[in-house]
């Protein structure tokens, strides 16, 4: 496992711009693939993007195509996720997560979870 601390979220108006960032330690880091799941208020989780220890984009939801970017920085063990054109519908809970190993991509996969962040998007 590694120790993910988010940074970022916050609240912005529809269609505004916001960058997360989630820092690792502990583990070999570059070992593995990180990525965000979120939460909607009264939902559940979902992945959001996922990208490889090497770089390569492994997941990135339909619902955020075209308007999120998740890259990573090993050499300071960062994830982030650039997130452009915000809707009200992307509010939620973000949580960073970490797995040396994915399957099927579900909760189940990853053993090392952020605490979260809150993103609210004012319509």
């Known amino acids: 496992q590694v120790l993910l601390v988010e940074s970022g979220g916050g609240l912005v108006q529809a269609g505004g711009s916001m960058r997360l960032s989630c820092t690792a330690s502990?583990?070999?880091?570059?070992?593995?693939?990180m990525g965000w799941f979120r939460q909607a208020p009264g939902k559940e989780r979902e992945i959001v993007s996922l990208?490889?220890?090497?770089?390569?984009?492994?997941y990135h939801d339909a619902s955020v195509t075209g308007r999120f970017t998740i890259s990573r920085d090993n050499a300071k063990n960062t994830v982030s996720l650039q997130m452009n054109m915000l809707k009200p519908e992307d509010t939620g809970v973000y949580f960073c997560?970490?797995?040396?190993?994915?399957?099927?991509?579900?909760?189940?996969?990853?053993?090392?979870w952020g605490r979260g962040t809150q993103v609210t998007v004012l319509s």
């Open positions: 990208i490889s220890y090497k770089g390569a984009i492994l």
């Open positions: 502990g583990d070999t880091v570059q070992r593995y693939a």
């Open positions: 997560v970490a797995a040396v190993i994915v399957t099927d991509m579900s909760e189940g996969d990853f053993d090392s």
